[in-house]
């Protein structure tokens, strides 16, 4: 790999920070150009910073269509301050409207980590599902399962298995020969987690968003190219309008009027077009041109915003015809939130982060002894102003804590002028917290009978 691109490692311990890179080189969204009604904190912040797709989610919301929301937990450790960030977006999708779907990886956890499924089912349960309740999620409106016990998700990720190679592998991940093979199994089981949502016994064709870290990104991009090599039809941009394409595989050959002897069975081709210009005719378009000879079906007067529509209406009609009819899952991408020593938060190493399970007085502890963005010297700090890009204490206030935008950009001003010392900043922070830690604890107690709900 070239010295000026960045690497992301959902697996890895360190990560890139150069998020404007990251955006060009991966080809994601900015966030920049969206307009979200009701934005949550982290909206409003910036901390979700890039998108894939999330216009799907946007335009079902508008149109009041069904949409879902998957997320994931890895049954390995205390949940902390950077898995309460994950819930709080869940949380804002399902207040607009999402059913919310939260796979436990517990055959990873296995795999990977050693874990039993029964210890895995212990931790998801009482280290997880508790907070979640805590934190908001409606049980009524959220399933969350065992990786281990919804065999379809094993299956799914079997059949798709065929759709990629090793090859793929190594440029997604950086795979090589010494690549343990469950981290090769993980990523198609976790594209049969985020693609099953849509199949009828889970809640029907619907756009999926997964709302991730940026280092989650290459499972994204996977599962992506996975859904998309299934479809038996395309839509894509035409010199005028948008144009749809029928792709030709060995499952659906005979279907789509290929012979096994490579001829063209013209008839059965021109049904499929018929199907094809049927199915987007609801839609609104009069002028759609269907061309069997070249395999196309174009829409001179449809606009990238069609595109959604249009793509719903194939994998219908997909469905309809026997194929899988996957739409590839939008997805939304946070920040890192960084840990109390200013490196990656990790449940591994405590002293990086605030659990939330911590009490007052070791959340003041760690918050006392986190990085400061400060000079070294009261003098110092006074003349030449705080860093709180790179102070903790005001990181975690702007991520976790603090809701009121104008009281955050009133300290930020202070600190980079010098008024507002780097201590007082950390006292700042350890009120917040302790208020937030000690509510969410309550909440808990409050909450814990709708924790079984949950996996109903």
Known sequence: MMNDEVTIDPWGSSQSTD?????????LSSMDSVSITDPSRLHRRGIVFAHRELDMILEAKRLSNPFGVLTGLMPSGSMHMGHSMVIDQVNWFQQQGGDVTIAVADLES???????LAEGRRIATEEYVSYYAALGLDPEKTNVYFQSERNIVQRLGFQLGKRTNLSEFEAIYGFDGATNLAHVQAPLVQAGDILHPQLEEYG??????????VDQDPHLRLTRGLAAKTNWFNVSNAKM????????????????????NGRVNKERQKEVFAKIVNAISNLGFSDIISNPKHGTVHIPSATPRDKGSLRMALLSLERSMGGMGLLAPSS???RFAVGMTGDKMSSSKPKTTLFLSDDAATAEKKIKKSFSGGQATVEEHRRLGGN???DVAYQYMMYFFEEDDAFLAE???????GKILAGEMKQMCIERATEW????SEKKDETSHLVANFFE
Do not use: W
Request: overall charge negative; aromatic content about 6%; hydrophobic content about 35%.
């Open 110 to 116: 296995t795999a990977t980590r050693g874990i039993s």
């Open 388 to 390: 709180p890009d790179k």
């Open 204 to 213: 029907g064709l619907r756009p999926i968003v997964v709302p991730v870290g």
């Open 241 to 260: 309008g948008l144009q749809i394409g029928v792709s030709v595989q060995e499952e659906n050959s005979v279907i789509m009027g290929v012979e096994s």
């Open 437 to 440: 830690l000690t509510n969410l």
């Open 411 to 417: 300290i930020n001003e202070g600190y980079r002028s």
């Open 332 to 334: 939304t991408y946070h």
């Open 19 to 27: 998020y404007s890179r990251i955006i060009e080189q991966f080809g």
